[in-house]
């Protein structure tokens, strides 16, 4: 997950994301925010947001596949 404001997002998480699918790992995606409701480095953690929200309902739901 990374917030499309991220300064970090746009080098770093859609190569990585692209690099897992080609070697098979499981992975779970989710790039919220746009210019009019940016998300930025560790909006995951700000539970107080839908964004934040959905990520922690996201994270839980791969571990709840994965793990199983």
Same mark, same amino acid.
């Given at each position: 997950?990374?917030?499309?404001?991220?300064?970090?997002?746009?080098?770093?998480? +859609?190569?990585?994301?692209?690099?897992?699918?080609? #070697? =098979?790992? *499981?992975?779970?995606?989710?790039?919220?925010?746009?210019? /009019?409701? +940016?998300?930025?480095?560790?909006?995951?953690?700000? #539970? =107080?947001? *839908?964004?934040?929200?959905?990520?922690?309902?996201?994270? /839980?739901?791969?571990?709840?596949?994965?793990?199983?």
């Amino acid at each position: 997950t990374g917030g499309q404001q991220d300064p970090l997002f746009r080098r770093q998480t +859609p190569p990585m994301a692209r690099r897992l699918h080609e #070697l =098979g790992v *499981p992975l779970e995606e989710f790039y919220p925010g746009d210019e /009019a409701e +940016p998300c930025f480095h560790e909006y995951q953690t700000w #539970l =107080g947001t *839908p964004a934040g929200t959905e990520a922690f309902e996201r994270v /839980a739901g791969f571990l709840d596949r994965v793990l199983a």
